[in-house]
Structures are given as C-alpha cells and as structure tokens.
C-alpha cells in the first residue's frame, strides 16, 4: 500500500453520509476530527502546529511565519454530500510532499477554515480574514441555518489580518480539477473566474392553497421558478455559468402558498464585465417578473470575487518544471485566490476523469494523486 | 369580556411563533398543551373524554358513541406558521355552543388528528383512520421531516376503523372560510372540491457549480421551475387550482447542481375531471421537459380526494334554520369530508374578510365568530 493509499484510508470514513458523500461543515465535528488528525500529522513530523485566531491551522516546519516560508495546504470543510477530495487532498499532499523534500526547507502547511461557505456562508473564510478581506465583526456575526454565528462557533471574535502574511515566499495550493478540461495527471492553474453569490429573496403573500383564485394569488414561487430559468438561459447565451442550487421557502408546506422563497445564484463568468452583464440582466428579468406576478424582489450579493490571475510567470516556471505539465484557468473559487492578491501564488490541479465534484461522484485515481504530491514535492523544493 | 373573547385568549398564545402566525403540528408539545386545554374544558362542563386510538379525542355529554348522537369539533394542528382560526374555532365553538344547549342533548366533540397533514404528509389522517379510509399500518410507517413515524409519535399502531361511528346522527363541522366567498357572517357548505397531493422527484446529475459546462449539465432545478409555471398556467387555463408550496433541494449548496429537487404539486378543481386533466397534462409537459434537461422525474400521488357533496337536503335544511344562509363550496379539505362518506354531514363557514388562510394572517371578528357558535348551537339542537 502507497503511502497516500495508507494516509488516505485514515480520514475517507470522517464525516462520510449514506450518501458517499460528505458533511464536513466548519467547526463542527467531523471537521474537528480533521483538524485533530492534522495536529497528530505535525507532530509525527516535528513540526509545531499553530491556530491564528480566526480559525486557520497551520504545521511549520521552521519557525511560525519565518521569512521566505513556502505555504501549501488546503481546507477540510465540505459542502453538503460533496466529495472527499475537494479540500483535503491538498493537505494530505501537502504532508506528503514535506516528507519527501529536504528538512532544511521552511514550510507552512494551512487548513483554512470554511473554504466552501457551506457552513456560513461566505467562500473563504479563513483566508479572507487571515488577508483582511473581511472585517472580524463581519465574519463573526455571520450565521448558519440553526442560528449559531461564526463567532459563536470559534468561541470568539476571529483575529482577523495578519500582517505576517507578508513574510510567506510563495503559496501553492494542490486540488483536484473540477472540470474535465485537464487530461494528463498534473496541471497548473492560470486563472480563477470572476464569480459572487447573490441572495434573492423574493416576497409574495402566504395563503391556503386550496381557496385562493389564481387571479388573486402573489406567489413567489413563480417568480423564482422564472428567475431559474432566465439565469440558466442568460448564462448560455453569454457562455457564462449560473446555478440556483439553494433554496428556502416560508412556510414551506403543500398547502400553502408560499410568503417567502429565497433562492442563491452562483454565477460565474472568464471576465468580470461578462459575470455583471449577466447578473444585471438576470435580476432585471426577475424584478419585471416579480412586478407581473405581484410580488417583490431583493437582491444581496453576499460575496463577489473579482478574476483572480496567478502570477504568470510562477505559473510557467511550475509548467516548465514539471515538463510542460497545461495551464488552465477554473471556475472555482479557492484560498489560493484570495492569497494571490498578498503573496506570489499557484495551484497545482489533479486530474478528475468526470470532471464531477460537489458531489458523491467525485473522483481521482490514487496514481494521479500520488504524481500530484509528486508535483509539489518539486515545486515545493525549487520554491523554499 | 365576550364568552367567546375570554375562551379564544386561553389558547392564543399556545404554539405561537415570532411570525404571529402558529407552529401547532400533530403530537408535538403546542398541540399536546391544547388537548390538555381540551380536556379541561371537557371536565368544568362534566363531559366525558374518550381518544379513540387513532390520536382523535372526543369529549361526550351522554355515553360515548350513543345512538343519535350530535358530532361536533374540528382540529388544533396547524400548517407551518398558519393562522390560529383554522381548526381551533371548530373546537372552542363546539364547547360554546354546548354551553348554549339544552343538556339533554347528546352531542360529541372532536379534536381530529393531523387534519393538516403537516406533520405526516397525509391530511385528514385521524378522520381517515377512524373511517377505515387509511390502513393502521399505513399510518403507523408515515414519517415527519426528523424520520419519526405517526406510530412512534403516537405510542403505537393506531386502532384504526371504528364501527361505533355508524352510531352518529350527524357531524357539523365549524370552520373559518378560506376564500373570500361569503360576505355575511355565517354560510353553510355545498360541496369540497376534489383534490390531492403529489410528489415530485426530480433527479439530475450533482455536480459543482462553477467548473460544470451548461451543455454538460443535468440540473433538475430547471425541471423542477419548467414545471412551477407549467402547473400555474394550466390551473389558470381549466379554472383549477394548482400550487407548489412546498419544496426539498439536495445537496441545497449554493456552490453545487442540486442531485434531486423534491417539489409537492397541490391541485384542485370543481370536478374531477378537470383535476385529472390538469395533473395528466402537468406531468405530460414536466417529463416532456425532463428529457430536454437530461434528468428524470418520478410522480408519487401522497393523498387524493374525491368530490365531497355535502348531504343536500342537510344543507338546505340549515341554511334555512339560519335565515337563509348562502350555500357556497370550497377548495380546503376537511376532516367533515372524510365523514361525510360515512354519515349525514354538514359544515358551517365563518366569515373571513381578507379571505387569507394558512398565513398569520388569516383573522376573523370576535361578532362573526360569535354568530358561528349561535348558528351551531341553532344547528346541534335542531339535529339533536
């Protein structure tokens, strides 16, 4: 059994659902599992673990934020009955990898907290406020769906930026690829789309839905199906992608004609003047609508990130590297995004035969993850 | 202070949410609390307290069951955040009402089980039980949104069909009008529209929103809207009702291509007829479009109903009795319904001014429910 093969095995059962899928939500059990099962990794490796107040973990080999540290690491959280590689396989690599490159290097590996927003809804927690993109007030009153805030679940109110940051060399964040534009084992990233969620909560009037005239009806339900419809075909049309794949529906019972139903857009687009185009003509589409079916509409971008384009030359170094291993950009957002914008940045990508992630299906072959720890070996060693 | 007044603050607070509307499910401590309520109220007027088995409660003045005996009452369940009138007015009339009449009247009071179908899905479930229209067993294995069974919740299998309802000359349920038809104080029903319940499943393929290609996707979010506005325009077409109300998304991530969307289609028409064609042609347009989407929908009808005619001459007979009260149908199903298959049933109707229901809402005068009880307790003397 390969050393991967063996570490792996020791997380696949945590938080693993009926459905093969996981449910590994920031701060709560099975993510604390793994965030045990990190420290156990460090100090197999000597290596001192520290907590920066706002949720992220960090194992050094060297002292803490030493200058000229490389970075690497990735997130254990998941989002609902999502895959076991989307997250953790860059820490696991990441592990890997230090055992393989020579012990006088200074490296970091991160588990950043809330990556997926699954829990509290902004992508990136943990890298936000380690960078200052968020304020610790805001992160902190932040709430999951039972009401507990992120403050709450921290056990206070994050740190927030932290200026040592700056002392990091370089960050490279390993994951598996989530399309299936990657064919070989291994391939750098160049870019991440410009992408946001946007709230939309569109407001009717509850009633039974039995005896109410369809003439007398404000259901909201119809403007959100219409709004669906108009995102999917708007992000066809401009070669962009839009997704509502969250909703909530006040009161949500067969009888009742819905008071409330709140729906996310994902949306995401390769520039920025494309993703607001389609956002601008999607949420004109539904307020018209919401005005023929006499309800109303309120949109809330609860995060937007703008393109993300790693160092270009980083990126070419790395390809060169590893034999001219692709270039791509993804639609995904990652830490490695939220970085870029304070350190020299890359992402190594893994292929995913499928292509199929955020979900049960999704999939790497142990070879494939076994060349990308490869990978980063290499780049760890010409980058530290 | 009003009789009625004084009674109705008694269990006003009982179950009520921030909304102003109630959280009064089957079996649960807001709806136990108004059968202890009950049970009380049972006691000052010396009446007896039997519960049938099946989770229906009766408070008796005579022997339970006696021959000739007067059926009253309504139920305490409520919809997610619904209004206070629906079902409780039934009951806290019925004991007014009783307070009104001569005592040698043998009359019964019912608190019907899970008239809402709330909790377990299938309205009507105590009046289908206590008809033999539902198998104990069928009813013991339907489960609430944590996975409790109605036999758990319950404390076993229900007893199911009791023949002493045979024994009842009459049922008049009183009920709070759902519609805006009737403009005086009080009406006397005609007829229930059929209707029923349907669930649809509609499975695609989960994936993550931002890598997955539009032309690669197999969202059955798209389905599940196409056939929102597909059930709105065809109600409206035939003079039907149809309403999505009620909606279950998986994974629900913002993130991710939902794998299943889980909608209930609640339909009703004057005729059956009509309500077959328009479930026929809804689920004809939503599988059309289903293999446009590459996903695939599974329709599971939960509960249907029948046309309920109300016993005419009964009808007539009271709406005569009540200075010619108008004589108007409905769209909500009740319990009364169930029963009136079984024995001579009638129902009286509550003026509601708005019309709203299943909503915190829906709200009736303190004179028009007061015009209710005299109307019922004209009503019990006359059948007793």
Same mark, same amino acid.
């Given at each position: 059994m390969s050393d991967f093969t063996e570490l792996w095995a020791e997380i696949a +059962?945590?938080?693993?659902?009926e459905s093969g899928g996981?449910?590994?939500?920031?701060?709560t059990p099975p993510e604390l599992t793994l965030r045990d099962w990190f420290r156990t990794q460090a100090a197999r490796r000597d290596m001192r673990v520290t907590d920066d107040g706002n949720g992220n973990l960090f194992a050094w080999?060297?002292?803490?934020?030493?200058?000229?540290t490389v970075l690497t690491g990735s997130h254990f959280d998941s989002v609902?009955?999502?895959?076991?590689?989307?997250? +953790?396989l860059g820490i696991v690599s990441a592990f890997l990898a230090a055992d393989k490159i020579d012990k006088s290097r200074k490296i970091g590996i991160a588990a950043f907290?809330?990556?997926?927003?699954?829990?509290?809804?902004?992508?990136?927690l943990g890298s936000r406020l380690l960078t200052g993109a968020i304020t610790p007030e805001k992160a902190a009153s932040l709430r999951d769906r039972d009401g507990i805030t992120f403050g709450e679940a921290l056990g206070g109110t994050p740190r927030g930026?932290?200026?040592?940051?700056? %002392?990091?060399?370089a960050l490279v964040e390993l994951h598996i690829e989530?399309?299936?534009?990657?064919?070989?084992?291994v391939g750098v990233a160049s870019a991440i789309w410009p992408h946001g969620r946007w709230r939309m909560d569109f407001a009717g009037v509850g009633d039974h839905a039995g005896t109410t005239l369809m003439a007398d009806r404000h259901d909201p339900m119809l403007t959100f199906a219409f709004t669906v419809l108009a995102a999917n075909k708007e992000a066809r049309l401009s070669g962009a992608h839009a997704t509502v794949g969250r909703v909530q529906v006040?009161? %949500?019972?067969?009888n009742a004609i819905p008071s409330l139903v709140r729906g996310w857009l994902d949306a995401r687009a390769a520039d920025t003047a494309t993703l607001e185009r389609l956002v601008d003509e999607v949420v004109r589409k539904a307020t018209e609508r919401a005005g023929r079916d006499g309800t109303a509409l309120a949109v809330t971008p609860e995060s937007v990130s703008g393109e993300v384009a790693f160092d270009e030359a980083l990126a070419k170094r790395l390809s060169d590297l590893l034999d001219g291993a692709p270039i791509l950009p993804t639609g995904a957002g990652h830490d490695a995004g939220v970085l870029s914008a304070h350190i020299p940045t890359a992402m190594l990508f893994v292929r995913n035969?499928?292509?199929?992630?955020?979900?049960?299906?999704e999939h790497a072959s142990d070879e494939d993850c076994e060349a990308g720890i490869e990978a980063l070996a290499t780049v760890l060693e010409e980058l530290g």
């Open positions: +059962p945590v938080g693993r659902a996981y449910l590994r939500y920031a701060l080999r060297g002292e803490p934020w030493a200058p000229g609902p009955h999502g895959g076991g590689y989307d997250g +953790p907290v809330e990556e997926e927003g699954g829990r509290f809804g902004v992508p990136c930026h932290d200026p040592r940051i700056a %002392n990091v060399a989530q399309g299936r534009a990657l064919t070989v084992p006040e009161p %949500n019972a067969t035969p499928t292509g199929v992630s955020h979900s049960p299906a």
